[in-house]
């Protein structure tokens, strides 16, 4: 079985929090506009946005690439590359450790491979809504991917682009086997 192992932007956190053992930890779920035209549009309950889960000072994210790897990523908290943070939600505690919380995203990380990311389908707003709904029994605010789930139900308007996965799936036929073996041990 393949080793799967978070790649990282940076791994700082700012948000305090108690270092008892027993002591609960809150979970955030950080959002950022992926486009400028959400400042007219959240006001009207719909948007493009990207979220993560920040737990014990990191941001851990779900994204898409090529390799049958996971697509889940840390960087720190509030500072998605590429994004504009909106706002941060409290959405519930968790009495896991550090250690004991990526154990659990170790445990997911074969369902959220980079390569079966899909923009309406399975995307980092349905990764938060899963890691928050199994740890709290919450899930995150509707309007958060409101707009996917107006694009699956309105599929057969959109073209063809938005409806396959957000990367493209190459077949390299003349790799060596153990470079793809390698690809999946190095995450």
Known sequence: MASHRFSSYEIIGTREESSAANSQVP??????????????????????????????????????????????????????????????????????????FREFLQQIASSYRGDTYHLLLKNCNHFCDDVSFQLTGNRIPGWVNRLARLGWFCKCFLPDSLQLSAVPHKENKNAPPHETEQLQNDG
């Open 27 to 100: 979970l955030y779920l950080n959002v950022y506009d992926v486009t400028d035209l959400n400042g007219y549009c959240y006001w009207c309950g719909l948007g493009i946005f990207h979220t993560a889960i920040e737990a014990h000072g990191v941001e851990y994210a779900f994204g898409a690439h090529e390799y049958p790897i996971t697509g889940i990523f840390m960087v720190k908290p509030r500072r998605c590359p590429g994004y504009a943070f909106r706002e941060s939600i409290r959405i519930g505690t968790t009495h896991m450790n550090h250690l004991q």
